[in-house]
């Protein structure tokens, strides 16, 4: 006769199906992390154009990718399942989202960028640190409650600020260049497989890669993005975006066709398990901690230090040395008035270069009054950039920053 089983045993057994049904994540593959990055790129490119190219702003952009974002993310806690198509939209837009909240710290709350490096390491340290109070686990193959599931997608929002404010601080404030940050990172991300592959915990390893995967993305797109005289290749933040948005589609499709990052039962109920001990996975994350403060902090320190020697002690404020850009903008204020949007627009491309190459050395002197000047040219930038620009609204943005720039020039 075949034993009745009790309601605690049947719970038992079926928990494992009830958990793949409910999955809300992919299975991480190189697919998980190619698309990964193109999101990234398009969190970059397409804020970009949304704000400069359409001429929505920064403000009106923010909010209607927050509409967005809000929407699809409501979506995505509907759905019982992992859907590729609302999953992926929804780190696409939030991917926005992040970038825009950054940016509109930065650009027009002027909140320093090392500031908000900080804020948001923390915020992100205090995410992980209660998710895995509350449920003893990281992995992101346990997301089958709404609880975790906040936490991840919170921690996901937090990653792509962190990312877009590290990423701006080094490769724009610091000077470093989107290539040369590129590449920096895409070593240290090295690195961390190669640790993987020794004895780095698997989900561990995992976040920290995704993590830096946001300034990775940032960068690419702002390289394939930026004129060539920012040191990028000029393809522009409209065919930038296109490129990653239909590559993402059709990995997208792949994905739902194949179903090949579908997690099967024993991998649900392995990334439940620890991967080593408690204690040792402690320690591995307090030494990646230490690694990634000591390099991260001695390299901002070394870089400022770098940029303050090329100061010189007389430079105790901006006056006389915002000549160069007044007369751009002068110049395209006469371009805009004559209806040349053509020559203005080629203006606006050696405005922004050389103010982005002036940034790491202006703005050590006078950082607030290098953000307000920041702002104005930004204005100027998406007036004149718009695809429908308007002559009225970019000589009154150009007037303005130009009253700015002689003010701070004096």
């Known amino acids: 006769m075949s034993k009745k089983l009790s309601a605690a045993e049947k719970t038992v057994l079926v928990e494992p199906v009830v958990n ?3 999955s809300k994540v992919p299975k991480v593959t190189i697919f998980f992390w190619i698309i990964k990055v193109l999101c ?6 397409f804020a970009d154009f949304i704000n400069f190219n359409l001429g929505f702003g920064l403000t009106l952009t923010t909010i209607i990718m ?4 809000f929407i699809v993310l409501f979506l995505q806690f509907r759905a019982t399942k992992y859907v590729p198509g609302i999953y992926w939209t929804t780190v696409v837009l939030i991917s926005v989202f992040g970038t825009l909240v950054t940016d509109n710290l930065t650009d027009g709350m002027g909140v320093p960028l090392e500031l908000s490096t900080a804020v948001f390491s923390l915020l992100l340290v205090l995410t992980f640190l209660f998710w895995f109070l ?3 686990t990281l992995s992101i193959h346990s997301i089958f409650t709404r609880k975790r599931e906040v936490f991840y997608w919170l921690t996901i929002l937090f990653t792509f600020a962190l990312g877009t404010a590290v990423g701006d601080l ?3 404030q610091l000077g470093f260049g989107y ?3 590129g590449i920096t990172v895409i070593i240290i991300i090295a690195c961390v497989f190669l640790a993987y592959k020794s004895k780095l915990d698997g989900i561990l390893a995992f976040w920290v890669a995704y993590i830096l995967t946001r300034p990775l993305g940032a960068s690419l797109g702002d390289y394939l993005s930026q004129p060539k005289v920012n040191g990028g290749l000029g393809l522009g933040t409209t065919v930038t975006s296109v490129i990653f948005l239909v590559a993402i589609l059709a990995i997208i499709i792949l994905l739902a066709v194949t ?3 579908i997690n099967s039962k024993s991998e649900v109920a392995e990334t439940n398990q620890p991967n080593g001990s408690k204690k040792n996975v402690l320690t591995q994350t307090i030494v990646v901690l230490c690694i990634f403060l000591l390099g991260g902090i001695g390299g901002y320190i070394w870089r400022s230090n770098n940029i303050g020697s090329q100061t010189t002690s007389s430079q105790a404020t901006l006056g006389g040395q915002l000549t160069n850009f007044a007369t751009i903008e002068n110049n395209m204020l006469k371009d805009v008035t004559s209806n040349n949007f053509t ?3 080629k203006s606006a491309d050696d405005l922004e270069h050389q103010w982005d190459t002036s940034e790491p050395k202006l703005r050590k002197i006078d950082g607030t009054t290098w953000t307000k000047i920041d702002g104005t040219i930004d204005v100027v930038l998406a007036a004149v950039r718009s695809s429908s620009p308007d002559v009225s609204k970019s000589k009154s943005a150009l007037k303005n920053s130009i009253s700015v720039l002689n003010g701070a020039n004096k």
């Open 66 to 69: 927050g509409i967005a974002f």
């Open 40 to 45: 990234t790129t398009v969190g970059e490119t």
């Open 170 to 172: 080094y490769s724009e």
């Open 343 to 345: 020559l203005a627009k």
């Open 20 to 22: 793949q049904l409910l």
């Open 134 to 136: 509350s449920e003893k």
């Open 259 to 261: 179903r090949i990052d």
């Open 179 to 181: 290539l040369k940050t």
